[in-house]
């Protein structure tokens, strides 16, 4: 397995895309349990790409490959960024009784930068003021986070993810369990970004979420089945052959 590094080119306007992470002949899994087979893909800079998939299909292990927290058993893994990737998790993968209020949950957001529970600086504090405004939970700052309601708790990880300023987001179902006003926030949020400087990667089950995306990858037992622009990706009969054989 190697990983390689390379310094990050200016942007580019869409016919000169250029990858921020290309995947090559990439597996990876669990002790005993091989999931991601033998996957080539590119995330461009710059873009959006929805992985989409069935329960099991592999979307969390792929996001946790690229966030660095899942280690390839072997193929390659080459990455343009030079900043370590947020990453935000599936609610459900947080505990929920953790004694922090919103807003010490969205500032560690800055300890890649300071360390763990060092002094905030005036600028890390006017990140997480801004993280918390666009996920539009400035008002619960002062709030328990298990006291929130899982939406709410739901945007303050994706704003701790934001507060990390990172220029790679990768977000397992941010969508899942928000109304669908937030959710749309939310994929409102995600384009805003691109154009503020991140490259953007969800796994979602939301298609509405998906068909928004610039890129979608189809996954089914860890192999990639289609890839491309959603609205020639996600076609009913895609999703219905993906689904009854899932
Ligand atoms: N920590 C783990 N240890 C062992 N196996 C795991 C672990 N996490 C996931 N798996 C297995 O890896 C496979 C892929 O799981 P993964 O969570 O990547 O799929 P997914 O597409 O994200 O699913 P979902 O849509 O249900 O979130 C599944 O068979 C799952 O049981």
């Known amino acids: 397995m190697t990983i390689m590094f390379i310094k990050p080119d200016a942007p580019s306007p869409p016919a000169q895309r250029t990858p921020h992470l290309r995947l090559t002949a990439l597996c990876a899994g669990y002790p005993g349990r091989p999931v991601i087979r033998e996957l080539d893909a590119r995330f461009d800079r710059l873009t959006t790409t929805a992985l989409i998939g ?27 960024g030079d900043r370590r990737p947020a990453f935000v998790p599936q609610r459900g993968g947080v505990a929920d009784a953790l004694p922090l209020t919103v807003r010490q949950a969205v500032a560690m957001g800055r300890w ?27 008002h619960l700052g002062s709030r328990q986070l298990g006291e ?54 969800q796994a979602t089950h939301d298609l509405h979420a998906a068909r928004a995306a610039d890129h979608c990858l189809l996954l089914r037992e860890g192999r990639l089945v289609a890839e491309g622009h959603p609205g020639r990706v996600l076609t009913t009969s895609a999703l219905a052959r993906m689904w009854e054989s899932a």
């Open 54 to 80: 069935p329960n099991g299909s592999g979307k969390s292990t792929l996001l946790g490959v690229l966030a660095g927290v899942i280690r390839p058993t072997s193929g390659e893994v080459l990455t343009h």
């Open 112 to 138: 890649g930068v300071r360390g763990p529970w060092r002094r905030l600086t005036k600028r890390d504090r006017a990140m997480v003021d801004s993280a918390l405004d666009r996920l539009g939970i400035a």
């Open 148 to 201: 929130l309601s899982g939406g709410q708790r739901q945007r303050a990880l994706i704003a701790q993810g934001l507060a990390q300023e990172s220029d790679l987001l990768l977000l397992d179902e941010p969508t899942t369990g928000l109304d669908p006003e937030a959710g749309e926030r939310i994929g409102v949020l995600l384009g805003e970004l691109v154009n503020d400087g991140v490259t953007v990667v």
